[in-house]
């Protein structure tokens, strides 16, 4: 998903890494772009690495290409949230909101729903047989498709909320 029109907008910005690229800064990492620039063949991006963690301590500048907009914008996206509230998690946390925030239902539910259906079905005929074991199957399978798409979507809740309670617990709140 692209975030910008023109790698510009991106200048004096913060972002979030979602993507590991060798030799740059790792998934979870706060960056703030210093310049950005088209080319003839690439986007280039000069950045420094905002918040640090375990692997960068140092106020280094590091230089990214890409092919195009849209691959810096699947490397690196705009996420307010964690780059005001960054040092209250650890990369571990950071990552794994990264990975919850960025299922989607072609990636995360349609190959649960297709492999559980599989079993469902195999199971079905080979257990139940003939009709019975269609309307069985049939049934199960809209089951566990309605499983999967309420978990899909309340596993984004939750851990938006798993992540607010880290930072309430600083101010004496408790999310409930």
Not at 21 to 45: C, E, L, P, S, W
Not at 65 to 90: G, H, M, S, T, V
Request: aromatic letters at 14%; hydrophobic letters at 50%.
């Amino acid at each position: 998903m692209t975030y910008l029109l023109d790698i510009d907008e991106a200048i004096d910005r913060k972002f979030l890494i979602t993507k590991s690229m060798k030799g740059q800064a790792d998934a979870g990492t706060i960056i703030h772009v210093m310049d950005a620039m088209n080319t003839k063949d690439f986007v280039v991006v000069n950045y420094r690495v905002a918040r640090f963690n375990e692997k960068f301590h140092d106020y280094q500048d590091y230089t990214a290409k890409f092919e195009d907009l849209a691959q810096f914008c699947k490397w690196a996206q705009p996420d307010n949230f964690i780059a005001r509230n960054y040092e209250n998690f650890n990369i571990k946390d950071i990552q794994h909101y990264i990975k919850v925030k960025k299922r989607t239902m072609l990636t995360f539910c349609l190959p649960i729903i297709l492999i559980a259906a599989a079993i469902i079905w195999t199971l079905a005929f080979v257990l139940v047989g003939g009709i019975p074991a269609a309307i069985v199957s049939l049934v199960l399978t809209i089951g566990t498709a309605v499983f999967v798409l309420y978990n899909f979507k309340t596993a984004k809740k939750k851990e938006k909320l798993r992540m607010y309670r880290k930072i309430g617990s600083k101010w004496g709140v408790v999310f409930k």
